[in-house]
Protein backbone atom coordinates (compact mmCIF):
# COMPACT_ATOMS: atom_id res chain seq x y z
CA UNK A 1 0.00 0.00 0.00
CA UNK A 2 1.67 3.08 -0.83
CA UNK A 3 1.33 6.32 1.15
CA UNK A 4 -1.43 8.04 2.64
CA UNK A 5 -4.08 10.04 0.15
CA UNK A 6 -6.09 11.81 3.40
CA UNK A 7 -4.24 12.16 6.88
CA UNK A 8 -6.50 13.81 9.91
CA UNK A 9 -4.46 14.23 12.99
CA UNK A 10 -6.15 15.82 16.20
CA UNK A 11 -9.31 17.00 14.66
CA UNK A 12 -11.93 18.83 16.17
CA UNK A 13 -14.92 20.40 15.61
CA UNK A 14 -17.15 21.85 18.08
CA UNK A 15 -20.53 23.73 17.28
CA UNK A 16 -21.38 26.17 20.13
CA UNK A 17 -21.11 23.81 23.21
CA UNK A 18 -21.80 20.43 21.31
CA UNK A 19 -18.37 18.99 20.41
CA UNK A 20 -19.35 17.19 16.59
CA UNK A 21 -15.77 15.69 16.18
CA UNK A 22 -13.32 15.42 19.21
CA UNK A 23 -9.84 14.72 18.47
CA UNK A 24 -9.67 12.27 15.63
CA UNK A 25 -6.56 10.84 14.03
CA UNK A 26 -6.65 8.72 11.30
CA UNK A 27 -5.02 7.73 7.70
CA UNK A 28 -6.33 6.07 4.68
CA UNK A 29 -3.91 4.60 2.59
CA UNK A 30 -4.13 6.14 -1.11
CA UNK A 31 -6.13 3.46 -3.64
CA UNK A 32 -8.38 2.16 -0.52
CA UNK A 33 -11.37 1.99 0.45
CA UNK A 34 -12.12 3.45 3.59
CA UNK A 35 -14.82 2.61 5.64
CA UNK A 36 -15.80 5.43 8.25
CA UNK A 37 -18.81 4.24 10.61
CA UNK A 38 -20.82 4.63 13.81
CA UNK A 39 -24.04 5.51 15.12
CA UNK A 40 -26.15 8.18 14.24
CA UNK A 41 -24.54 11.14 15.56
CA UNK A 42 -21.46 10.35 15.54
CA UNK A 43 -19.71 13.02 13.95
CA UNK A 44 -19.06 11.39 10.30
CA UNK A 45 -20.55 13.57 7.90
CA UNK A 46 -19.18 16.28 10.22
CA UNK A 47 -15.52 14.91 9.39
CA UNK A 48 -16.64 14.96 5.18
CA UNK A 49 -17.95 18.25 5.93
CA UNK A 50 -14.35 19.51 7.45
CA UNK A 51 -12.52 17.57 4.54
CA UNK A 52 -14.14 19.63 2.13
CA UNK A 53 -13.89 22.29 3.40
CA UNK A 54 -17.93 23.21 4.32
CA UNK A 55 -16.28 24.27 8.23
CA UNK A 56 -13.17 25.31 9.35
CA UNK A 57 -11.60 22.83 11.87
CA UNK A 58 -9.14 22.43 14.71
CA UNK A 59 -5.92 20.00 14.37
CA UNK A 60 -4.39 19.39 10.94
CA UNK A 61 -6.01 17.44 7.16
CA UNK A 62 -3.69 16.65 4.86
CA UNK A 63 -4.36 15.76 1.40
CA UNK A 64 -1.10 14.31 -0.18
CA UNK A 65 0.96 16.07 2.24
CA UNK A 66 -0.81 19.11 1.19
CA UNK A 67 -2.96 20.81 3.82
CA UNK A 68 -6.35 21.43 3.89
CA UNK A 69 -6.61 24.23 6.46
CA UNK A 70 -8.30 27.24 5.92
CA UNK A 71 -9.06 26.21 2.23
CA UNK A 72 -11.92 27.03 0.31
CA UNK A 73 -14.54 24.21 -0.41
CA UNK A 74 -14.68 25.28 -4.22
CA UNK A 75 -10.40 24.88 -4.08
CA UNK A 76 -10.31 21.55 -2.31
CA UNK A 77 -12.73 20.61 -4.94
CA UNK A 78 -10.20 21.82 -7.22
CA UNK A 79 -7.67 20.17 -5.63
CA UNK A 80 -9.22 16.51 -6.45
CA UNK A 81 -11.59 15.96 -3.68
CA UNK A 82 -15.15 15.19 -4.38
CA UNK A 83 -18.09 14.20 -2.51
CA UNK A 84 -21.52 12.98 -2.76
CA UNK A 85 -24.51 14.04 0.04
CA UNK A 86 -26.12 11.95 3.04
CA UNK A 87 -29.24 14.12 1.45
CA UNK A 88 -29.33 14.25 -2.31
CA UNK A 89 -27.86 17.86 -3.69
CA UNK A 90 -28.25 18.23 -7.11
CA UNK A 91 -28.96 21.17 -8.78
CA UNK A 92 -32.75 20.48 -9.48
CA UNK A 93 -34.29 22.42 -11.81
CA UNK A 94 -31.02 21.88 -14.03
CA UNK A 95 -30.66 18.62 -16.30
CA UNK A 96 -28.81 15.74 -15.98
CA UNK A 97 -25.79 16.82 -18.46
CA UNK A 98 -26.24 20.67 -16.58
CA UNK A 99 -25.36 19.10 -13.52
CA UNK A 100 -22.51 16.81 -14.48
CA UNK A 101 -21.29 20.22 -16.34
CA UNK A 102 -21.31 22.34 -13.69
CA UNK A 103 -18.30 19.84 -12.44
CA UNK A 104 -16.33 21.32 -15.42
CA UNK A 105 -16.22 24.85 -14.09
CA UNK A 106 -12.46 24.42 -12.97
CA UNK A 107 -11.06 22.36 -16.46
CA UNK A 108 -13.29 24.80 -18.64
CA UNK A 109 -10.82 26.77 -20.57
CA UNK A 110 -12.69 29.29 -22.35
CA UNK A 111 -13.48 32.32 -19.84
CA UNK A 112 -16.23 34.43 -19.49
CA UNK A 113 -14.84 36.89 -22.24
CA UNK A 114 -14.62 34.04 -24.67
CA UNK A 115 -17.50 32.58 -23.23
CA UNK A 116 -19.47 36.13 -24.16
CA UNK A 117 -17.87 36.51 -27.63
CA UNK A 118 -18.56 32.38 -28.50
CA UNK A 119 -15.03 32.21 -29.53
CA UNK A 120 -13.58 28.68 -31.49
CA UNK A 121 -12.44 28.36 -28.01
CA UNK A 122 -15.78 28.02 -26.53
CA UNK A 123 -17.36 25.74 -28.67
CA UNK A 124 -14.58 23.86 -28.76
CA UNK A 125 -14.53 23.28 -25.12
CA UNK A 126 -18.07 22.64 -24.65
CA UNK A 127 -17.89 19.94 -27.15
CA UNK A 128 -15.09 18.41 -24.95
CA UNK A 129 -17.25 18.86 -21.98
CA UNK A 130 -20.58 17.24 -23.19
CA UNK A 131 -18.65 14.25 -24.74
CA UNK A 132 -16.86 14.03 -21.53
CA UNK A 133 -20.30 14.14 -19.45
CA UNK A 134 -21.96 11.66 -21.51
CA UNK A 135 -19.22 9.60 -21.58
CA UNK A 136 -19.61 9.39 -17.35
CA UNK A 137 -23.62 9.35 -17.74
CA UNK A 138 -23.51 6.17 -19.73
CA UNK A 139 -21.05 4.58 -17.56
CA UNK A 140 -23.54 4.98 -14.95
CA UNK A 141 -26.43 3.95 -17.03
CA UNK A 142 -27.71 8.03 -17.26
CA UNK A 143 -27.81 8.80 -20.84
CA UNK A 144 -31.03 8.41 -22.20
CA UNK A 145 -32.05 10.99 -19.75
CA UNK A 146 -29.25 13.23 -19.90
CA UNK A 147 -31.48 16.39 -20.70
CA UNK A 148 -34.32 15.29 -18.39
CA UNK A 149 -34.62 17.59 -15.58
CA UNK A 150 -32.59 16.43 -12.31
CA UNK A 151 -35.38 16.33 -9.91
CA UNK A 152 -37.80 13.72 -12.72
CA UNK A 153 -35.02 10.89 -11.97
CA UNK A 154 -36.03 8.15 -9.39
CA UNK A 155 -34.04 7.57 -6.43
CA UNK A 156 -31.35 5.26 -7.75
CA UNK A 157 -30.44 7.24 -10.56
CA UNK A 158 -30.48 10.53 -8.36
CA UNK A 159 -27.55 9.15 -6.51
CA UNK A 160 -25.87 7.52 -9.30
CA UNK A 161 -26.03 11.10 -11.05
CA UNK A 162 -24.93 12.52 -8.11
CA UNK A 163 -21.35 10.35 -8.10
CA UNK A 164 -20.96 11.14 -11.69
CA UNK A 165 -21.27 14.62 -11.17
CA UNK A 166 -18.57 14.39 -8.30
CA UNK A 167 -16.66 12.05 -10.93
CA UNK A 168 -16.42 14.47 -13.73
CA UNK A 169 -14.56 16.89 -10.88
CA UNK A 170 -11.70 13.93 -12.15
CA UNK A 171 -10.60 13.45 -8.16
CA UNK A 172 -8.04 11.62 -6.79
CA UNK A 173 -10.44 10.86 -3.37
CA UNK A 174 -14.14 10.44 -3.37
CA UNK A 175 -15.84 10.56 -0.21
CA UNK A 176 -19.30 8.90 -0.58
CA UNK A 177 -21.67 9.95 1.88
CA UNK A 178 -24.42 6.74 2.70
CA UNK A 179 -24.41 5.70 -0.87
CA UNK A 180 -26.43 2.59 0.09
CA UNK A 181 -29.36 4.61 2.10
CA UNK A 182 -32.76 3.31 0.44
CA UNK A 183 -31.34 0.43 -1.13
CA UNK A 184 -32.39 -3.26 -1.12
CA UNK A 185 -30.76 -6.36 -0.39
CA UNK A 186 -29.66 -6.84 -4.28
CA UNK A 187 -28.81 -3.41 -5.08
CA UNK A 188 -26.52 -3.00 -1.70
CA UNK A 189 -24.35 -6.07 -3.15
CA UNK A 190 -24.40 -4.33 -6.80
CA UNK A 191 -23.01 -1.14 -4.88
CA UNK A 192 -20.47 -3.06 -3.75
CA UNK A 193 -19.53 -3.74 -7.12
CA UNK A 194 -19.58 -0.30 -8.75
CA UNK A 195 -17.44 1.17 -5.68
CA UNK A 196 -14.88 -1.20 -6.50
CA UNK A 197 -15.25 -0.77 -9.89
CA UNK A 198 -14.91 3.11 -9.46
CA UNK A 199 -11.88 2.87 -7.43
CA UNK A 200 -9.85 0.66 -10.26
CA UNK A 201 -11.29 2.12 -13.21
CA UNK A 202 -10.57 5.46 -11.85
CA UNK A 203 -7.48 4.96 -9.36
CA UNK A 204 -8.97 6.53 -6.71
CA UNK A 205 -9.05 6.19 -3.20
CA UNK A 206 -12.81 6.11 -2.05
CA UNK A 207 -14.38 6.86 1.87
CA UNK A 208 -17.38 5.57 2.52
CA UNK A 209 -19.78 6.47 5.51
CA UNK A 210 -22.30 4.38 5.63
CA UNK A 211 -25.16 2.36 8.11
CA UNK A 212 -25.71 -0.58 5.84
CA UNK A 213 -22.81 -3.29 7.43
CA UNK A 214 -23.21 -5.53 4.40
CA UNK A 215 -22.00 -2.49 2.58
CA UNK A 216 -18.92 -1.72 4.72
CA UNK A 217 -18.17 -4.74 5.83
CA UNK A 218 -18.01 -6.14 2.31
CA UNK A 219 -15.95 -3.75 0.58
CA UNK A 220 -14.44 -1.85 2.94
CA UNK A 221 -10.47 -2.62 3.30
CA UNK A 222 -10.28 -0.49 6.45
CA UNK A 223 -12.64 0.84 8.72
CA UNK A 224 -12.59 3.85 10.92
CA UNK A 225 -15.35 3.87 14.15
CA UNK A 226 -16.56 7.48 15.69
CA UNK A 227 -18.79 7.26 18.28
CA UNK A 228 -19.94 10.87 19.71
CA UNK A 229 -17.52 12.08 17.82
CA UNK A 230 -14.27 10.13 19.23
CA UNK A 231 -12.58 7.32 17.83
CA UNK A 232 -13.43 4.17 19.08
CA UNK A 233 -12.04 1.24 16.91
CA UNK A 234 -9.84 1.03 13.91
CA UNK A 235 -9.28 -1.88 11.59
CA UNK A 236 -9.72 -4.28 8.82
CA UNK A 237 -13.30 -5.51 8.97
CA UNK A 238 -12.75 -8.67 10.35
CA UNK A 239 -11.34 -6.97 13.63
CA UNK A 240 -14.25 -4.40 13.88
CA UNK A 241 -16.70 -6.69 13.98
CA UNK A 242 -15.72 -8.10 16.60
CA UNK A 243 -14.69 -5.02 18.96
CA UNK A 244 -16.76 -4.86 22.10
CA UNK A 245 -16.98 -1.28 22.04
CA UNK A 246 -18.28 -1.20 18.10
CA UNK A 247 -20.85 -3.71 19.22
CA UNK A 248 -21.50 -1.80 22.21
CA UNK A 249 -22.25 1.43 20.47
CA UNK A 250 -24.20 0.04 17.77
CA UNK A 251 -26.02 -3.07 19.80
CA UNK A 252 -26.15 -1.08 23.19
CA UNK A 253 -24.27 -2.04 26.16
CA UNK A 254 -25.67 -5.04 27.46
CA UNK A 255 -24.15 -6.64 23.94
CA UNK A 256 -20.98 -6.63 26.08
CA UNK A 257 -22.15 -9.42 28.42
CA UNK A 258 -24.16 -11.52 25.93
CA UNK A 259 -22.22 -14.46 23.75
CA UNK A 260 -20.00 -13.25 21.35
CA UNK A 261 -21.87 -11.14 18.41
CA UNK A 262 -20.70 -10.38 14.61
CA UNK A 263 -21.67 -7.87 12.57
CA UNK A 264 -23.26 -9.52 9.32
CA UNK A 265 -20.62 -10.19 6.79
CA UNK B 1 -21.21 26.92 -34.57
CA UNK B 2 -21.44 29.62 -36.70
CA UNK B 3 -19.54 29.79 -39.64
CA UNK B 4 -17.62 33.49 -39.45
CA UNK B 5 -18.94 34.48 -42.79
CA UNK B 6 -22.54 33.93 -41.19
CA UNK B 7 -21.44 35.72 -38.42
CA UNK B 8 -20.05 38.59 -39.72
CA UNK B 9 -23.44 38.87 -41.96
CA UNK B 10 -25.68 39.02 -39.27
CA UNK B 11 -23.57 41.87 -37.55
CA UNK B 12 -24.03 43.53 -40.43
CA UNK B 13 -27.68 43.20 -40.99
CA UNK B 14 -27.90 44.18 -37.22
CA UNK B 15 -25.72 46.95 -37.82
CA UNK B 16 -27.70 47.90 -41.01
CA UNK B 17 -31.30 47.36 -39.33
CA UNK B 18 -29.45 50.26 -36.51
CA UNK B 19 -28.59 52.58 -38.89
CA UNK B 20 -31.66 52.65 -40.73
CA UNK B 21 -34.01 52.90 -37.48
CA UNK B 22 -31.72 55.78 -36.92
CA UNK B 23 -32.39 57.39 -40.74
CA UNK B 24 -36.33 56.55 -40.53
CA UNK B 25 -37.33 56.21 -36.76
CA UNK B 26 -39.05 59.53 -37.10
CA UNK B 27 -40.88 58.57 -39.78
CA UNK B 28 -42.37 55.47 -38.80
CA UNK B 29 -43.12 56.87 -35.51
CA UNK B 30 -44.01 60.53 -36.14
CA UNK B 31 -45.45 61.43 -32.53
CA UNK B 32 -42.86 61.86 -30.62
CA UNK B 33 -44.71 61.17 -27.26
CA UNK B 34 -44.68 57.56 -28.65
CA UNK B 35 -41.43 57.97 -30.07
CA UNK B 36 -39.94 58.57 -26.23
CA UNK B 37 -42.55 55.50 -25.06
CA UNK B 38 -40.44 53.34 -27.52
CA UNK B 39 -37.58 54.61 -26.35
CA UNK B 40 -38.00 54.47 -22.91
CA UNK B 41 -39.17 50.37 -23.37
CA UNK B 42 -36.18 50.01 -24.80
CA UNK B 43 -34.01 51.57 -22.12
CA UNK B 44 -36.22 49.28 -19.69
CA UNK B 45 -35.71 46.29 -21.59
CA UNK B 46 -32.14 46.68 -21.31
CA UNK B 47 -32.74 47.48 -17.16
CA UNK B 48 -34.86 44.28 -17.11
CA UNK B 49 -32.00 42.17 -18.83
CA UNK B 50 -29.60 43.70 -16.16
CA UNK B 51 -31.20 42.80 -13.37
CA UNK B 52 -32.24 39.55 -14.50
CA UNK B 53 -28.14 38.23 -14.10
CA UNK B 54 -28.72 39.06 -9.79
CA UNK B 55 -32.66 38.73 -9.45
CA UNK B 56 -32.89 35.90 -11.96
CA UNK B 57 -29.90 33.77 -12.86
CA UNK B 58 -27.73 34.31 -9.78
CA UNK B 59 -31.02 34.21 -7.35
CA UNK B 60 -29.86 37.02 -5.57
CA UNK B 61 -32.43 39.55 -4.44
CA UNK B 62 -31.27 42.96 -5.20
CA UNK B 63 -33.77 45.78 -4.61
CA UNK B 64 -31.35 48.90 -5.58
CA UNK B 65 -31.19 48.29 -9.20
CA UNK B 66 -32.35 51.65 -9.56
CA UNK B 67 -29.05 53.33 -7.99
CA UNK B 68 -26.54 51.42 -10.12
CA UNK B 69 -29.21 52.83 -13.29
CA UNK B 70 -28.53 56.60 -11.76
CA UNK B 71 -24.54 56.08 -11.41
CA UNK B 72 -24.81 55.20 -15.22
CA UNK B 73 -26.62 58.14 -16.32
CA UNK B 74 -25.06 60.69 -13.71
CA UNK B 75 -21.92 59.39 -15.57
CA UNK B 76 -23.18 59.19 -18.66
CA UNK B 77 -24.68 62.79 -18.90
CA UNK B 78 -21.28 64.55 -17.34
CA UNK B 79 -19.20 62.54 -20.03
CA UNK B 80 -21.75 63.28 -23.14
CA UNK B 81 -22.24 66.88 -22.06
CA UNK B 82 -18.28 67.72 -21.94
CA UNK B 83 -17.41 66.23 -25.18
CA UNK B 84 -20.48 67.73 -26.54
CA UNK B 85 -18.92 71.17 -25.28
CA UNK B 86 -15.64 70.76 -26.39
CA UNK B 87 -16.89 69.43 -30.12
CA UNK B 88 -18.45 73.16 -30.02
CA UNK B 89 -21.44 72.46 -29.55
CA UNK B 90 -22.40 71.27 -32.89
CA UNK B 91 -25.77 70.17 -33.66
CA UNK B 92 -26.22 66.73 -32.14
CA UNK B 93 -25.49 64.38 -35.26
CA UNK B 94 -25.52 60.94 -35.96
CA UNK B 95 -22.12 61.42 -37.01
CA UNK B 96 -21.07 63.36 -34.14
CA UNK B 97 -22.52 60.52 -31.53
CA UNK B 98 -20.26 58.23 -32.39
CA UNK B 99 -17.76 60.44 -30.78
CA UNK B 100 -19.78 60.99 -27.64
CA UNK B 101 -21.68 57.67 -27.04
CA UNK B 102 -19.16 55.11 -27.08
CA UNK B 103 -16.93 56.77 -24.24
CA UNK B 104 -19.93 57.85 -22.15
CA UNK B 105 -21.39 54.56 -22.40
CA UNK B 106 -18.28 52.90 -21.53
CA UNK B 107 -17.35 55.43 -18.91
CA UNK B 108 -21.06 55.16 -17.51
CA UNK B 109 -20.46 50.85 -17.48
CA UNK B 110 -17.66 51.22 -15.50
CA UNK B 111 -18.45 53.01 -12.88
CA UNK B 112 -21.79 51.26 -12.13
CA UNK B 113 -19.74 48.07 -12.43
CA UNK B 114 -17.03 49.35 -9.68
CA UNK B 115 -20.36 50.59 -7.56
CA UNK B 116 -21.43 46.85 -8.47
CA UNK B 117 -18.52 45.40 -7.41
CA UNK B 118 -18.57 47.46 -3.99
CA UNK B 119 -21.95 46.05 -3.37
CA UNK B 120 -21.60 42.62 -4.56
CA UNK B 121 -19.11 42.26 -1.61
CA UNK B 122 -21.34 42.19 0.79
CA UNK B 123 -23.65 39.16 -1.41
CA UNK B 124 -21.22 36.90 -0.12
CA UNK B 125 -22.20 36.84 3.42
CA UNK B 126 -26.18 38.35 2.98
CA UNK B 127 -28.50 36.37 1.47
CA UNK B 128 -31.99 37.13 0.54
CA UNK B 129 -34.07 40.20 2.95
CA UNK B 130 -30.53 40.99 4.15
CA UNK B 131 -28.93 41.43 0.87
CA UNK B 132 -31.80 43.33 -0.17
CA UNK B 133 -31.51 46.20 2.10
CA UNK B 134 -27.97 46.75 1.67
CA UNK B 135 -29.09 47.08 -2.31
CA UNK B 136 -31.58 49.30 -1.64
CA UNK B 137 -29.55 51.14 1.35
CA UNK B 138 -27.01 51.69 -1.74
CA UNK B 139 -29.42 53.39 -3.76
CA UNK B 140 -30.81 55.38 -1.33
CA UNK B 141 -27.22 56.82 -0.38
CA UNK B 142 -27.01 57.69 -4.24
CA UNK B 143 -30.11 59.22 -4.06
CA UNK B 144 -29.68 60.97 -0.88
CA UNK B 145 -26.27 62.53 -1.11
CA UNK B 146 -26.96 64.38 -4.40
CA UNK B 147 -30.23 65.06 -3.31
CA UNK B 148 -28.99 66.97 -0.48
CA UNK B 149 -26.03 68.13 -1.91
CA UNK B 150 -27.22 71.65 -3.42
CA UNK B 151 -24.43 73.62 -6.05
CA UNK B 152 -22.73 76.59 -5.13
CA UNK B 153 -23.57 75.55 -0.91
CA UNK B 154 -20.11 75.11 -0.03
CA UNK B 155 -16.65 75.82 -2.43
CA UNK B 156 -14.54 72.90 -1.48
CA UNK B 157 -14.55 69.59 -0.51
CA UNK B 158 -16.32 66.44 -1.37
CA UNK B 159 -19.69 68.36 -0.87
CA UNK B 160 -19.08 70.85 -3.38
CA UNK B 161 -17.79 68.18 -6.01
CA UNK B 162 -21.18 66.44 -5.67
CA UNK B 163 -22.58 69.84 -5.72
CA UNK B 164 -21.90 69.91 -8.89
CA UNK B 165 -24.01 67.40 -10.40
CA UNK B 166 -26.90 69.97 -9.29
CA UNK B 167 -28.34 68.94 -6.44
CA UNK B 168 -31.69 67.84 -6.46
CA UNK B 169 -33.04 70.05 -9.53
CA UNK B 170 -30.83 67.64 -11.43
CA UNK B 171 -27.54 67.71 -13.84
CA UNK B 172 -28.34 69.25 -16.95
CA UNK B 173 -24.64 70.28 -18.53
CA UNK B 174 -21.40 71.82 -17.56
CA UNK B 175 -23.30 75.05 -18.28
CA UNK B 176 -26.97 74.04 -17.79
CA UNK B 177 -28.16 74.20 -21.59
CA UNK B 178 -29.58 70.26 -21.06
CA UNK B 179 -27.62 67.03 -20.93
CA UNK B 180 -25.95 66.42 -24.55
CA UNK B 181 -28.87 63.90 -26.14
CA UNK B 182 -27.00 61.85 -28.43
CA UNK B 183 -28.59 58.32 -28.00
CA UNK B 184 -30.77 58.17 -31.16
CA UNK B 185 -32.46 54.88 -32.33
CA UNK B 186 -29.12 53.46 -33.06
CA UNK B 187 -27.64 53.84 -29.67
CA UNK B 188 -31.15 52.08 -27.89
CA UNK B 189 -32.04 50.08 -30.89
CA UNK B 190 -28.24 48.62 -31.01
CA UNK B 191 -27.81 48.79 -26.93
CA UNK B 192 -30.89 46.36 -26.75
CA UNK B 193 -29.45 43.83 -29.29
CA UNK B 194 -25.91 44.18 -27.90
CA UNK B 195 -27.78 43.47 -24.12
CA UNK B 196 -30.23 40.31 -25.33
CA UNK B 197 -26.96 39.00 -27.08
CA UNK B 198 -24.89 39.40 -23.83
CA UNK B 199 -27.98 38.10 -21.38
CA UNK B 200 -28.38 35.00 -23.62
CA UNK B 201 -24.74 34.12 -24.25
CA UNK B 202 -24.06 34.40 -20.74
CA UNK B 203 -27.22 32.47 -19.77
CA UNK B 204 -26.26 29.36 -22.10
CA UNK B 205 -22.22 29.40 -21.34
CA UNK B 206 -20.28 27.36 -18.06
CA UNK B 207 -20.39 30.71 -15.83
CA UNK B 208 -24.16 31.00 -16.50
CA UNK B 209 -24.32 27.21 -15.64
CA UNK B 210 -22.37 27.69 -12.66
CA UNK B 211 -23.92 30.80 -11.16
CA UNK B 212 -27.61 28.78 -12.15
CA UNK B 213 -26.15 25.74 -9.58
CA UNK B 214 -25.17 27.69 -7.52
CA UNK B 215 -28.47 29.49 -7.09
CA UNK B 216 -29.99 26.12 -6.72
CA UNK B 217 -27.01 24.82 -4.09
CA UNK B 218 -24.37 26.68 -2.76
CA UNK B 219 -22.41 23.78 -0.43
CA UNK B 220 -23.06 21.35 -3.49
CA UNK B 221 -21.63 23.96 -6.25
CA UNK B 222 -18.72 24.85 -3.85
CA UNK B 223 -18.15 21.05 -3.59
CA UNK B 224 -17.65 20.96 -7.43
CA UNK B 225 -15.52 23.39 -8.20
CA UNK B 226 -17.58 26.49 -7.96
CA UNK B 227 -16.19 29.63 -6.24
CA UNK B 228 -18.90 31.59 -4.56
CA UNK B 229 -17.74 34.22 -4.21
CA UNK B 230 -16.15 34.94 -7.63
CA UNK B 231 -19.46 33.88 -9.10
CA UNK B 232 -21.71 36.27 -7.35
CA UNK B 233 -19.53 39.44 -7.41
CA UNK B 234 -18.96 38.77 -11.13
CA UNK B 235 -22.60 38.43 -11.40
CA UNK B 236 -23.27 41.79 -9.30
CA UNK B 237 -20.49 44.05 -11.73
CA UNK B 238 -22.01 42.50 -14.80
CA UNK B 239 -25.40 43.21 -13.96
CA UNK B 240 -24.65 47.28 -12.42
CA UNK B 241 -22.79 47.25 -15.61
CA UNK B 242 -26.17 46.73 -17.77
CA UNK B 243 -27.56 48.98 -15.36
CA UNK B 244 -24.80 51.87 -16.18
CA UNK B 245 -25.59 51.36 -19.73
CA UNK B 246 -29.33 51.23 -19.66
CA UNK B 247 -28.70 54.53 -17.17
CA UNK B 248 -26.19 55.95 -19.72
CA UNK B 249 -28.78 55.83 -22.66
CA UNK B 250 -32.01 56.78 -20.69
CA UNK B 251 -29.90 59.96 -20.10
CA UNK B 252 -28.58 60.36 -23.70
CA UNK B 253 -31.94 59.64 -25.14
CA UNK B 254 -32.93 61.78 -27.59
CA UNK B 255 -35.87 63.94 -27.05
CA UNK B 256 -35.77 62.97 -23.44
CA UNK B 257 -36.12 64.20 -20.54
CA UNK B 258 -32.69 66.77 -20.97
CA UNK B 259 -31.44 67.04 -16.69
CA UNK B 260 -30.84 63.95 -14.95
CA UNK B 261 -32.54 64.36 -11.46
CA UNK B 262 -31.54 62.05 -8.35
CA UNK B 263 -35.28 61.65 -7.85
CA UNK B 264 -35.60 59.67 -11.29
CA UNK B 265 -33.51 56.88 -9.27
CA UNK B 266 -35.93 56.29 -6.30
CA UNK B 267 -37.39 52.75 -4.87
CA UNK B 268 -40.11 53.31 -7.69
CA UNK B 269 -37.82 52.52 -10.62
CA UNK B 270 -36.27 49.22 -8.98
CA UNK B 271 -39.75 48.41 -7.95
CA UNK B 272 -40.83 48.53 -11.64
CA UNK B 273 -37.69 46.83 -12.85
CA UNK B 274 -37.85 43.84 -10.23
CA UNK B 275 -41.41 43.94 -11.52
CA UNK B 276 -40.83 43.50 -15.25
CA UNK B 277 -38.10 40.47 -13.99
CA UNK B 278 -40.64 38.57 -12.35
CA UNK B 279 -43.36 39.24 -14.70
CA UNK B 280 -41.47 37.77 -17.25
CA UNK B 281 -39.94 35.23 -15.71
CA UNK B 282 -36.75 35.40 -13.00
CA UNK B 283 -33.81 33.88 -15.05
CA UNK B 284 -35.09 33.87 -18.47
CA UNK B 285 -34.11 36.49 -20.95
CA UNK B 286 -37.14 36.49 -23.49
CA UNK B 287 -39.03 37.23 -20.06
CA UNK B 288 -37.41 40.44 -19.18
CA UNK B 289 -37.26 41.46 -22.85
CA UNK B 290 -41.19 41.29 -22.47
CA UNK B 291 -41.62 42.61 -18.65
CA UNK B 292 -39.65 45.75 -19.76
CA UNK B 293 -41.61 46.49 -23.21
CA UNK B 294 -44.73 45.66 -20.53
CA UNK B 295 -44.17 47.67 -17.64
CA UNK B 296 -43.35 50.61 -19.53
CA UNK B 297 -46.36 50.38 -22.03
CA UNK B 298 -48.82 49.87 -18.54
CA UNK B 299 -47.12 53.10 -17.11
CA UNK B 300 -47.25 54.95 -19.93
CA UNK B 301 -50.65 53.62 -20.76
CA UNK B 302 -52.02 54.98 -17.36
CA UNK B 303 -50.27 58.35 -17.83
CA UNK B 304 -52.08 58.76 -21.05
CA UNK B 305 -55.39 57.23 -19.36
CA UNK B 306 -55.18 60.77 -17.11
CA UNK B 307 -55.08 63.08 -19.62
CA UNK B 308 -58.31 62.11 -20.86
CA UNK B 309 -61.49 64.26 -20.33
CA UNK B 310 -63.24 62.12 -18.24
CA UNK B 311 -60.21 60.98 -15.58
CA UNK B 312 -59.58 64.64 -15.38
CA UNK B 313 -63.07 66.15 -14.93
CA UNK B 314 -63.23 63.26 -12.46
CA UNK B 315 -59.90 64.45 -10.44
CA UNK B 316 -61.15 67.81 -9.94
CA UNK B 317 -63.71 66.33 -8.05
CA UNK B 318 -61.58 63.90 -6.15
CA UNK B 319 -58.67 65.68 -5.53
CA UNK B 320 -57.42 63.37 -3.45
CA UNK B 321 -56.96 60.80 -5.57
CA UNK B 322 -53.75 59.90 -7.14
CA UNK B 323 -53.34 58.23 -10.59
CA UNK B 324 -50.05 57.13 -9.90
CA UNK B 325 -50.70 55.16 -7.07
CA UNK B 326 -53.31 53.55 -9.82
CA UNK B 327 -50.07 51.88 -11.48
CA UNK B 328 -49.46 50.01 -8.09
CA UNK B 329 -52.79 48.69 -8.12
CA UNK B 330 -52.23 47.73 -11.94
CA UNK B 331 -49.38 46.00 -10.72
CA UNK B 332 -50.68 44.43 -7.78
CA UNK B 333 -53.27 42.60 -9.93
CA UNK B 334 -51.31 41.97 -12.98
CA UNK B 335 -48.73 40.28 -10.27
CA UNK B 336 -51.85 38.10 -8.36
CA UNK B 337 -53.27 37.28 -11.74
CA UNK B 338 -49.82 36.02 -13.09
CA UNK B 339 -49.09 34.39 -9.61
CA UNK B 340 -51.84 32.21 -10.14
CA UNK B 341 -51.77 31.42 -13.29
CA UNK B 342 -48.42 30.91 -14.23
CA UNK B 343 -46.31 31.18 -10.43
CA UNK B 344 -42.59 31.30 -11.98
CA UNK B 345 -43.62 34.01 -14.57
CA UNK B 346 -44.84 34.54 -18.27
CA UNK B 347 -41.75 32.16 -19.37
CA UNK B 348 -40.27 30.47 -15.99
CA UNK B 349 -36.74 30.12 -16.80
CA UNK B 350 -37.39 29.09 -20.15
CA UNK B 351 -37.05 30.83 -23.43
CA UNK B 352 -39.57 31.43 -26.70
CA UNK B 353 -36.87 29.65 -28.96
CA UNK B 354 -35.78 25.89 -28.25
CA UNK B 355 -32.59 26.75 -28.58
CA UNK B 356 -31.42 25.38 -25.72
CA UNK B 357 -32.42 21.94 -26.77
CA UNK B 358 -30.25 22.19 -30.22
CA UNK B 359 -26.61 22.62 -28.56
CA UNK B 360 -26.59 19.11 -27.03
CA UNK B 361 -27.47 17.22 -29.70
CA UNK B 362 -24.90 19.00 -32.10
CA UNK B 363 -22.63 17.82 -29.44
CA UNK B 364 -23.45 13.99 -29.74
CA UNK B 365 -23.43 13.92 -33.87
Same mark, same amino acid.
Given at each position: ????????????????????????????????????????????????????????????????????????????????????????????????????????????????????????????????????????????????????????????????????????????????????????????????????????????????????????????????????????????????????????????????????????? | ????????????????????????????????????????????????????????????????????????????????????????????????????????????????????????????? #??? !????? %?? +? =????????? /? *?????????????????????????????????????????????????????????????????????????????????????????????????????????????????????????? #??? !????? %?? +? =????????? /? *????????????????????????????????????????????????????????????????????????????
Amino acid at each position: MSGGALKLEHVSKRFGGLKAVSNVTFEVPASSIFGLIGPNGAGKTTVFNLVTGVYDFEGKISFFDKSLSGKKASHIAKMGIARTFQNIRLFQSMTVIENVLVACENTRRAHLGASLMRSPLFFQDEANMRKEALRLLSIFKLDAMADEVSTSLSYGNQRRLEIARAMMLKPKLLLLDEPAAGMNYGEAEGLKDQIRWLRDEFKITVILVEHNMQVVMGVCEDIHVLDHGETIAHGPPSTIRKDPKVLAAYLGEEAEEDEPVELPA | MMAWYKRAGVSVALLGVCIVLELTFHLIVPDTAYRNLIQLALVNVVVALSLNVINGMAGQFSIGHAGFIGVGAYTAAIIASNIHKSLGERAETFQNSFLVMPPAIIAAALVAGAFGFLVGLPSLR #LKG !DYLAI %VT +L =GFAEIFRLV /I *MTSPPGVETGGIRATIGQLGGPQGYSGPDRYGVAQYAGPFWLFGGVIVATIIAWRLKFCGWGRALRALREDEIAAAAVGVDPTRYKVTSFVIAAMGAGVAGAMWACMRDGNPSVQPDQFNFA #LSF !DAITM %VI +L =GGSGSVSGA /I *MGGLFVTITVKMIEQLQRLDVIEAWKVQHPDFDLNALRMVVYAVVLIILMIMRPAGVFGENEVTRFRKREPAQAKA
